[in-house]
């Protein structure tokens, strides 16, 4: 090579490295004066909780429950509980919007799932979807022993709801009046294609539970670079989380909520979401009022994949959320609220 070229490729590289770092330093610049911005509101959000109420799952795991009991006469719907499910990383706190906006009005039940918020850490043998489905199960029959009940799932907790369906469809018949089905699948997650859809499905299913596998070998420091005010967690939240700009404040607390789940209970779950394929169980949601929420945007389980649910259940109720990703439960919280309102009252008819 020239000593001309070699200048040339030199100084190339050395423009390119300088505008990388200018470019990390915008970033960090804006994710720094977000994050300080949204830290005070963040405390607020997750706040709203009743006296605990454990129920020990059939393995012997405490979960956590809450209960909010409607204002006297406020009650709208007698006798029929809303039930909460969150999703995968998450905990009962996801829910703050639907709680602040429905409180006082219907009986609301909430729980951590097993491995997550204040639940108790799960055996590995036990961390299947399948197990999730006997949890709820498990707190229908000691958090809400008698009534009708209306299910409300999101990703996971949808996933949990499926299974729950599946495993125990005479309580599902007896109990069950309404469903609603927020941003989630009965199966075909090709979780690889949230990194990145050029990767062929083949080397993709291959290789990505490998490098989970390879991660959860040392979990400290994966969880290190995760903690909760981390930049790069507050980065990755904004970025797969939301479809539309979102208040830092949101933002920040989905970070709270992923950090506080360690990557071991992250990488215990991991594989069941490739293996999952429950669609023949959607039958039985024919028999009650269900609703399907999405956002177009959701990069997580996309939209297809509550098209295809809706679909399947003949009398369900697809309600796309345009532009929203898959915290739909914050970015469209009116609709999702708005939504549970209508399924209530249309169960309770």
Known sequence: MSKRRLAYATGGMAVAAVTALASGFVVEKRVVAARREGAAEADRLGSLHSPARPVEADDGVVLHGELDEPDDGADTAPGTTLLFVHGFALNLDCWHFQRDALRGRYRMAFYDQRSHGRSQRSAKENV???????????????????GDVVLVGHSMGGMSIVAFAERHPEV????????????????????????SRFIP?????????????????APELVDSARRGGSNIGFLVSEMFAFGHDVPAAEVEFLDEMLAGTPFEVLAAFFPNFSTLDKFASLELFRTVPTAIVCGTKDRLTSIGHSRKM????SNARL???????????????????????????????
């Open 172 to 195: 599902f018949r007896e109990r069950v009046r309404g469903v609603a089905l927020i941003a989630t699948t009965a199966g075909g997650l090709k979780p690889h294609r949230t990194i």
């Open 128 to 146: 299947n979807i399948d197990q999730l489905g006997d949890d709820l199960a498990r707190v229908l029959e000691e958090l809400v022993p008698d």
């Open 201 to 217: 499905d083949g080397l993709g299913q291959l290789v990505a539970p490998r490098v989970v596998a390879a991660l959860a070998m």
């Open 319 to 349: 309600v796309e959320s345009e532009g929203s990703g898959h915290m739909v439960i914050f970015e469209d919280r009116e609709r999702v609220n708005a939504t549970l309102v209508e399924l209530v009252e249309e169960a309770v008819r």
């Open 310 to 313: 809706a679909a399947l259940i």
